[in-house]
């Protein structure tokens, strides 16, 4: 159970909240004193919040203490589920190779890179593409876009929408040749309808924001895929208790695994870098340290090799260590050319 779904007051949820208690879990081994502190309050109404957050536990345990059994799968029933997933091209076949297919649905999938690499390119490209029609081999869904850093540009957003139109059209006559056409209605506008998008401007909204996703995908089961760019933002700033951070990250990341498993979706974090010393010098690493790279099922590095951008397959359980070039044209994301250089787009 959620700390937003106590039975307390307001003020007394959204101070939990601040303070990075999000779960009842995370309640369980603090003494009154210790929460009286953090919230600042009396330890009269520290202690009134612990023993509500005990009962409502208890009945938690109670309620749900078959859940563990009833849900067991065997393995083989498990590698069955995997094969059948559809996963979401990046519109570039080098790329979807080392991911073994494209963006898997039910993981969480961290991508990383110095600026201007092309994360929100690759971010908004996802978006469009997590609504290719079944057909066509996509998940006809929709996509949540969680924007920190105010990257989003719809212009941008519209341009790769006209271009994914044109790619599933031209598709389509291939697979018309073949006598397996299917219909394409879509037009760009109804891509553009189906980005349900959050602006964030603060760390508070933006755990507010990942605590609603349950409600909201609950609402849109339509839903295949949640993008936040980056997840990093609010959280390199104006952070003096590394504590509170850890918490307060460890809290989102937990409830973004559990949505990818609960809903059947892909979620895609966007990362920034950070100077770090390693081996005697100064080396680019990716920000929030080595113990928030455990948060995420895949971690993928996206860097530039000369004029060629390349993406790493830095971390995974099920994809090999690997690397892809991959360009960013005016279409969007797309097979590397050799001639690309560094250019603006707009």
């Given at each position: 159970?959620?700390?937003?779904?106590?039975?307390?007051?307001?003020?007394?949820?959204?101070?939990?909240?601040?303070?990075?208690?999000?779960?009842?879990?995370?309640?369980?081994?603090?003494?009154?004193?210790d929460?009286?502190?953090?919230?600042?309050?009396?330890?009269?109404?520290?202690?009134?919040?612990?023993?509500?957050?005990?009962?409502?536990?208890?009945?938690?345990?109670?309620?749900?203490?078959?859940?563990?059994?009833?849900?067991?799968?065997?393995a083989?029933?498990?590698?069955?589920?995997?094969?059948l997933?559809?996963?979401?091209?990046?519109?570039?076949?080098?790329?979807?190779?080392?991911?073994?297919?494209?963006?898997n649905?039910?993981?969480v999938?961290?991508?990383?890179?110095?600026?201007?690499?092309?994360?929100?390119?690759?971010?908004?490209?996802?978006?469009?593409?997590?609504?290719?029609?079944?057909?066509?081999?996509?998940?006809?869904?929709?996509?949540?876009?969680?924007?920190?850093e105010?990257?989003?540009?719809?212009?941008?957003?519209?341009?790769?929408?006209?271009?994914?139109?044109?790619?599933?059209?031209?598709?389509?006559?291939?697979?018309?040749?073949?006598?397996?056409?299917?219909?394409?209605?879509?037009?760009?506008?109804?891509?553009?309808?189906?980005?349900?998008?959050?602006?964030?401007?603060?760390?508070?909204?933006?755990?507010?924001?990942?605590?609603?996703?349950?409600?909201?995908?609950?609402?849109?089961?339509?839903?295949k895929?949640?993008?936040?760019?980056?997840?990093?933002f609010?959280?390199?700033?104006?952070?003096?208790?590394?504590?509170?951070?850890?918490?307060?990250?460890?809290?989102?990341?937990?409830?973004?695994?559990?949505?990818?498993?609960?809903?059947?979706?892909?979620?895609?974090?966007?990362?920034?870098?950070?100077?770090?010393?390693?081996e005697?010098?100064?080396?680019?690493?990716?920000?929030?340290?080595d113990?928030?790279?455990?948060?995420?099922?895949?971690?993928?590095?996206?860097?530039?090799?000369?004029?060629?951008?390349?993406a790493?397959?830095?971390?995974?359980?099920?994809?090999?260590?690997?690397?892809?070039?991959?360009?960013?044209?005016?279409?969007?994301?797309?097979?590397?050319?050799?001639?690309?250089?560094?250019?603006?787009?707009?």
């Open positions: 159970m959620e700390v937003g779904r106590l039975p307390i007051s307001a003020s007394q949820r959204g101070k939990l909240i601040r303070a990075g208690y999000t779960t009842l879990s995370s309640l369980s081994s603090l003494s009154p004193s929460l009286a502190r953090e919230l600042n309050v009396t330890n009269s109404e520290a202690l009134e919040i612990l023993k509500v957050a005990s009962l409502n536990s208890r009945l938690d345990r109670t309620d749900g203490g078959h859940a563990i059994f009833n849900g067991a799968q065997t083989w029933d498990m590698l069955h589920e995997e094969q997933l559809r996963r979401i091209t990046t519109s570039c076949a080098d790329l979807d190779n080392i991911l073994g297919g494209g963006i649905c039910k993981e999938t961290e991508i990383g890179g110095v600026p201007g690499i092309g994360k929100t390119q690759l971010g908004i490209q996802l978006a469009v593409n997590v609504q290719i029609p079944v057909d066509l081999g996509g998940l006809g869904g929709k996509a949540v876009y969680i924007d920190t105010g990257s989003f540009m719809v212009e941008r957003a519209l341009q790769i929408a006209e271009a994914s139109v044109l790619d599933m059209v031209e598709y389509n006559d291939l697979l018309r040749k073949e006598h397996r056409k299917c219909q394409v209605n879509l037009k760009p506008n109804d891509l553009l309808e189906s980005i349900y998008y959050f602006r964030i401007c603060s760390y508070t909204e933006q755990m507010a924001v990942i605590s609603y996703l349950d409600k909201f995908i609950s609402a849109h089961k339509d839903v895929i949640v993008i936040v760019d980056s997840v990093t609010h959280f390199r700033q104006d952070f003096e208790d590394l504590a509170l951070r850890t918490r307060l990250l460890s809290g989102m990341a937990l409830k973004l695994m559990n949505l990818a498993k609960t809903y059947n979706l892909a979620v895609v974090i966007f990362n920034q870098v950070t100077t770090k010393y390693m005697g010098s100064f080396q680019l690493a990716l920000a929030l340290g113990s928030w790279s455990h948060s995420c099922t895949n971690r993928v590095i996206l860097y530039w090799n000369g004029d060629d951008r390349y790493f397959i830095d971390k995974s359980p099920s994809l090999r260590s690997a690397s892809a070039p991959f360009s960013v044209t005016g279409k969007g994301i797309r097979n590397s050319a050799s001639n690309h250089k560094r250019i603006k787009l707009m």
